[in-house]
């Protein structure tokens, strides 16, 4: 199956500690992208990266970090940097190039500060 | 991103009624948008797209609308059964003017289906 996975699909972390959110997708996306949501609210993007090995900060990219090291790879790390990380975070991927098309998303992880 | 409250804005109907669902946008630069589906505790499904040079475009019990003089984006769902049942969201793209590849989402629409 073609598609995106994301892990784990919930998180517990404790305060002051970094945390590191997993995405990959098999469909041969070059486009990779991470939003966070908060309840009742829609997505905001945090980073995103057109190709490998190159990435960009979105909205709200304080106290988070990204790599990109292959194509089918782009894991999100919450640091303890980030003042209020509990939240779902949404991992997308698209074809990228010169213009945008539109986005399949992952199922999302919850992460939950305790 | 924009500031939003905790209360979505919620559309109920009744099932077999038609839907509409509104989304205002803010840059007239924007050239493509997006509706998506997301159900609860699930990623957001595609439901359609239309580019900046088409005003409407249809797809199975759905149709897009686009009114670029007011910036104004609707989606309009057919027959509304209980699975339509989730937020919407509308999603737009804002190059070139900024270089950024990647889309911007609106706040959401919570849609209920009433039996």
């Known amino acids: 199956d073609g598609g995106i996975t994301q892990s784990p699909k919930y998180l517990f972390r404790k305060e002051g500690q970094n945390v590191t959110l997993s995405c990959e997708q098999n469909?041969?996306?070059?486009?990779m992208y991470w939003y966070r949501q908060d309840p009742g609210q829609g997505l905001r993007l945090i980073y995103y990266?057109?190709?490998?090995?190159?990435?960009q900060k979105g909205d709200i990219a304080e106290g988070y970090s990204v790599s990109r090291e292959k194509k089918e790879s782009f894991p999100l790390t919450v640091t303890s940097a980030q003042k209020n990380p509990t939240a779902f975070y949404l991992c997308?991927?698209?074809?990228?190039?010169?213009?945008?098309?539109?986005?399949?998303f992952g199922q999302g992880t919850r992460l939950t500060v305790v | 991103g924009e500031s939003v409250g905790l209360h979505l804005p919620t559309l109920s109907v009744q099932e077999g009624d038609n839907s509409i669902i509104n989304c205002a946008y803010s840059?007239?630069?924007?050239?493509?948008f997006i509706w998506y589906k997301q159900e609860s505790g699930k990623g957001p499904q595609f439901i359609i797209d239309?580019?900046?040079?088409?005003d409407k475009r249809q797809g199975q019990r759905v149709t897009v609308l686009l009114n670029k003089t007011v910036k104004h984006l609707s989606l309009q769902i057919a027959a509304t059964q209980p699975g339509d049942s989730a937020v919407y969201f509308c999603?737009?793209?804002?190059?070139?003017?900024?270089?950024?590849?990647?889309?911007?989402f609106g706040s959401g629409t919570r849609l209920q289906v009433q039996p």
């Open positions: 997308a991927s698209s074809r990228g190039g010169q213009g945008v098309t539109f986005a399949f």
């Open positions: 999603a737009e793209n804002i190059t070139p003017d900024t270089g950024r590849r990647a889309l911007t």
């Open positions: 239309i580019r900046s040079n088409m």
């Open positions: 840059n007239s630069a924007s050239d493509y």
């Open positions: 990266s057109q190709i490998v090995n190159d990435f």
């Open positions: 469909l041969n996306h070059d486009a």
